[in-house]
């Protein structure tokens, strides 16, 4: 059991990314709610027994329940403690109406606005949601080399979905050339039987030539060519 003091506590919510600005307060709800006692736990009486899990609040800010992202045995590690009730206050619009102590106005008999905060015998590290891997899940989006579209994968329980690659940059260039090559074989195809048609203009070759270019009349950008080969051929 470690008991902190009031410079302790505000560092301890400084720590968490708590307000600096309201590190008096939060230490004084904790001297209130556990007297600094990293391992207070007391009956819940607002919820009945068998009702919920974790119905006694526990540790330095008396947090009731389990966050999502941690365990209950985090509940009495004081930087989980203080991380966890940073969260409480964010979470009820950064306000500290959560607190039966700090609604009852019990929290302003401990606040001292003069006392600065305190490092000394404070632990410090993070234990956010990111540690305990049990619970939570990592998204990767590393980069795969030479991957145009990869999915993100997903790990959590031992288990991984997604990741790898759908589609290759080669893949593309592959692609790519391929609709190319498509595209110019299609355009050939007309301009083939233009020539052919403007070759054996006279012959009655040609006009089987023109005669099958004559849809193509209709098409923008062909029809000028053909009606250009059937003037010949009047000419002609």
Same mark, same amino acid.
């Given at each position: 059991?470690?008991? $902190?003091?009031? #410079?302790?506590?505000?560092?301890?919510? !400084?720590?968490?990314?708590?307000?600096? /600005?309201?590190?008096?307060?939060? #230490?004084?709800?904790?001297?209130?709610?556990?007297?600094?006692?990293?391992?207070?736990?007391?009956?819940?009486?607002?919820?009945?027994?068998?009702?919920?899990?974790?119905?006694?609040? @526990?540790?330095?800010?008396?947090?009731?329940?389990?966050?999502?992202? %941690?365990?209950?045995?985090?509940? +009495?590690?004081?930087?989980?403690?203080?991380?966890?009730?940073?969260?409480?206050?964010?979470?009820?619009?950064?306000? %500290?109406?959560?607190?039966? =102590? $700090?609604?009852?106005?019990? $929290?302003?008999?401990?606040?001292?606005?003069? =006392?600065?905060?305190?490092? =000394?015998?404070?632990?410090?590290? @993070?234990?956010?949601?990111?540690?305990?891997?049990?619970? @939570?899940?990592? +998204?990767?989006? =590393?980069?795969?080399?030479?991957?145009? !579209?990869?999915?993100?994968?997903?790990?959590?329980?031992?288990?991984?979905?997604?990741?790898?690659?759908? %589609?290759?940059?080669?893949?593309?260039?592959?692609?790519?050339?391929?609709?190319?090559? @498509?595209?110019?074989?299609?355009?050939?195809?007309?301009?083939?039987?233009?020539? *052919?048609?403007?070759? %054996?203009?006279?012959?009655?070759?040609?006009?089987?030539?023109?005669?099958? /270019?004559?849809?193509?009349?209709?098409?923008?950008? $062909?029809?000028?060519? !053909?009606?250009? *080969?059937?003037?010949?051929?009047?000419?002609?």
């Amino acid at each position: 059991m470690t008991v $902190y003091s009031y #410079a302790q506590l505000e560092q301890l919510w !400084i720590n968490a990314g708590g307000p600096a /600005a309201q590190a008096p307060v939060a #230490a004084a709800i904790a001297e209130a709610e556990s007297g600094g006692n990293s391992l207070a736990a007391y009956p819940n009486t607002t919820v009945a027994p068998g009702k919920g899990s974790n119905t006694d609040a @526990t540790g330095l800010w008396q947090i009731l329940g389990v966050p999502p992202g %941690f365990t209950p045995a985090q509940l +009495t590690d004081p930087v989980a403690n203080a991380q966890m009730a940073v969260a409480k206050y964010k979470a009820a619009n950064n306000s %500290f109406t959560p607190w039966q =102590t $700090y609604t009852s106005g019990a $929290y302003l008999a401990n606040v001292s606005n003069s =006392t600065p905060p305190s490092s =000394t015998g404070v632990p410090t590290g @993070t234990a956010t949601a990111t540690t305990t891997a049990a619970t @939570t899940a990592a +998204t990767s989006s =590393t980069a795969i080399p030479g991957c145009l !579209i990869a999915p993100p994968s997903v790990s959590g329980l031992g288990i991984t979905i997604g990741g790898g690659c759908w %589609f290759s940059k080669s893949e593309a260039r592959a692609l790519i050339g391929g609709l190319c090559l @498509t595209a110019a074989g299609l355009i050939a195809i007309p301009g083939f039987i233009i020539l *052919v048609a403007a070759g %054996f203009a006279a012959s009655g070759a040609g006009a089987a030539a023109a005669s099958a /270019a004559g849809p193509l009349e209709a098409t923008p950008g $062909y029809g000028h060519v !053909i009606r250009a *080969v059937r003037s010949r051929r009047s000419a002609a």
